[in-house]
C-alpha cells in the first residue's frame, strides 16, 4: 500500500515556475514507478511525466518536454515536478501515481493516486 499527498501547487503568471512534491508513505516506494498526470476542467486526465524506481529513466508528454523535469528522492520518499516556462494551457489539477510494477504513460498502469493540487497559469 502506498498513500500520496501532493503539494507546491498554486497560483503563478505565464513564464514563471513552479515544484509539485509528492510525498509518500508505505514500504513499496524506493521499488515503484512514479508518475505525474492533470486533468483540465472538461478534459480527461492526461500524462505530464514519469520516472522509474531508481530515478535514472525518464519520460515526458511532448507538451511539456523541455520545459518540466521530473525527479525522486528515495530517502525522502518524496517525487517531485518541477515546472519552468508555465503556461496557460498547463493550468489543471496535478496528481502524482505510484505503479509498482513498473511504470509507464497510460492511467490503468498505476495502482495509487494522490488527491491532487491545483495549478492556475494567468496569461
Known amino acids: 500500500q502506498v498513500q ?3 503539494s507546491g501547487g498554486g497560483s503563478v503568471q505565464a513564464g514563471g515556475s513552479l515544484r509539485l512534491s509528492c510525498a509518500a508513505s508505505g514500504r513499496t516506494f524506493s ?3 512514479m508518475g505525474w498526470f492533470r486533468q483540465a476542467p472538461g ?3 492526461e500524462f505530464v511525466a514519469a520516472i522509474n524506481w531508481s530515478g535514472k529513466t525518464t519520460y515526458y508528454a511532448d507538451s511539456v518536454k523541455g520545459r518540466f523535469t ?3 528522492d528515495n530517502a525522502k520518499n518524496t517525487v517531485y515536478l518541477q515546472m ?3 503556461k496557460a494551457e ?3 489539477v ?3 501515481a505510484a505503479d509498482p510494477d513498473g511504470w509507464g504513460t497510460l ?3 498505476y495502482e495509487y493516486w494522490g488527491q491532487g493540487t491545483q495549478v492556475t497559469v494567468s496569461s
Open 90 to 92: 498547463d493550468t489543471a
Open 70 to 72: 521530473i525527479s525522486r
Open 4 to 6: 500520496l499527498v501532493e
Open 43 to 45: 478534459k480527461e486526465r
Open 107 to 109: 492511467r490503468y498502469e
Open 94 to 96: 496535478y496528481y502524482c
Open 84 to 86: 519552468n516556462s508555465l
Open 31 to 33: 521499488s515503484s514507478g
